[in-house]
């Protein structure tokens, strides 16, 4: 990891509450910048995470950073991705990634333009399981795949 990285974390929620933020400091990542609208409620954490610089919004940093995960509001991910970027600036984007096909067509021509890098964050491809079952599939150790059907469900003690 580059630790001269100058990294945003775009929205300051539970997701980089819980983990974004954590991580981040246990990877010794120096540089980091915090967005949220709520800047108030984001002084006590910069302080925690060393945080470099704190801004209500994104505009207010564009220039102060090469990268930013975006972990924001939903309806936020694919505005915020696109300014981003636009500016050159590799983008982390939570799930969902846009709310549109269009959406998702604009992200992906703007990061070949400016040649930033767009990685939509869904972490549950790298899980074990799923890794096992993905060769499994691939292996058709329960013969060739037909079709897929998918449940998932539980309570969750996510904070809203």
Same mark, same amino acid.
């Given at each position: 990891?580059?630790?001269?990285?100058? =990294?945003?974390?775009?929205?300051?929620?539970? &997701?980089?509450?819980?983990?974004?933020?954590?991580?981040?400091? %246990?990877?010794? &990542?120096?540089?980091?910048? #915090?967005?949220?609208?709520?800047?108030?409620?984001?002084?006590?954490?910069?302080?925690?995470?060393?945080?470099? %610089?704190?801004? *209500?919004?994104?505009?207010?940093?564009?220039?102060?950073?090469?990268?930013?995960?975006?972990?924001?509001?939903?309806?936020?991910?694919?505005? $915020? *991705?696109? &300014?981003? #970027?636009?500016?050159?600036?590799?983008?982390?984007?939570? %799930?969902?990634?846009?709310?549109?096909?269009?959406?998702?067509?604009? =992200?992906?021509?703007?990061?070949? $333009?400016?040649?930033?890098?767009? $990685?939509?964050?869904?972490?549950?491809?790298?899980? %074990?399981?799923?890794?096992?079952?993905?060769?499994? #599939?691939?292996?058709?150790?329960?013969?060739?795949?037909?079709?897929?059907?998918? $449940?998932?469900?539980?309570? #969750?003690?996510?904070?809203?």
């Amino acid at each position: 990891m580059n630790n001269n990285l100058r =990294l945003a974390i775009i929205g300051c929620g539970a &997701l980089s509450r819980i983990f974004y933020l954590p991580v981040l400091k %246990k990877m010794s &990542l120096s540089h980091t910048v #915090l967005v949220d609208p709520d800047i108030n409620g984001i002084k006590e954490l910069a302080k925690t995470y060393d945080a470099i %610089k704190i801004a *209500a919004g994104l505009n207010e940093i564009i220039d102060d950073i090469d990268a930013a995960i975006v972990a924001s509001p939903n309806f936020l991910h694919a505005p $915020q *991705a696109k &300014l981003l #970027l636009e500016s050159g600036k590799h983008v982390l984007l939570e %799930k969902p990634i846009a709310s549109t096909v269009n959406e998702v067509e604009e =992200l992906i021509i703007s990061g070949k $333009q400016s040649g930033a890098i767009l $990685q939509p964050a869904m972490m549950r491809r790298f899980w %074990k399981i799923n890794k096992a079952v993905k060769k499994m #599939l691939e292996e058709e150790v329960l013969g060739k795949l037909q079709t897929v059907s998918m $449940q998932e469900g539980a309570v #969750l003690n996510w904070p809203v």
